[in-house]
């Protein structure tokens, strides 16, 4: 199985930054990518950023040239560098790994979520 834990989110007002990060563990083979994923109140899960082993990102129009998704690959963890941030990007934040625990087994794994709240 593979573990993750998420940490960084916060209060924040308008126009200010966060950092988010996600710590992969557990039975890792090879991870395929990461990413980020938020859910507002009343709203679908939406995908926020993601990264793929050969290091290509792909970001929602909403967050593009705002966000940053990177990766350090030496400690299977991914972060989501937020800047410029708005009210409208209020939600529970979370983390996805999709990963090989063996040559022949994928699966996909849900962090805990963390709020992230913007103040105007």
């Known amino acids: 199985q593979v573990q993750l834990v998420e940490s960084g989110g916060g209060l924040v007002q308008a126009g200010g930054s966060l950092r988010l990060s996600c710590a992969a563990s557990?039975?890792?083979?090879?991870?395929?990518?990461m990413g980020w994923y938020r859910q507002a109140s009343g709203n679908p899960r939406e995908l926020v950023a993601t990264?793929?082993?050969?290091?290509?990102?792909d970001y929602a129009d909403s967050v593009k040239g705002r966000f940053t998704i990177s990766r350090l690959n030496a400690k299977n963890t991914v972060y989501l560098q937020m800047n410029s941030l708005k009210p409208e990007d209020t939600a529970v934040y979370y983390c996805?790994?999709?990963?090989?625990?063996?040559?022949?087994?994928?699966?996909?794994?849900w962090g805990q979520g963390t709020q992230v709240t913007v103040s105007s």
């Open positions: 990264t793929n082993a050969g290091g290509a990102s």
């Open positions: 996805n790994v999709r990963a090989y625990s063996d040559p022949r087994i994928w699966g996909d794994t």
């Open positions: 557990g039975s890792v083979f090879r991870i395929v990518a």
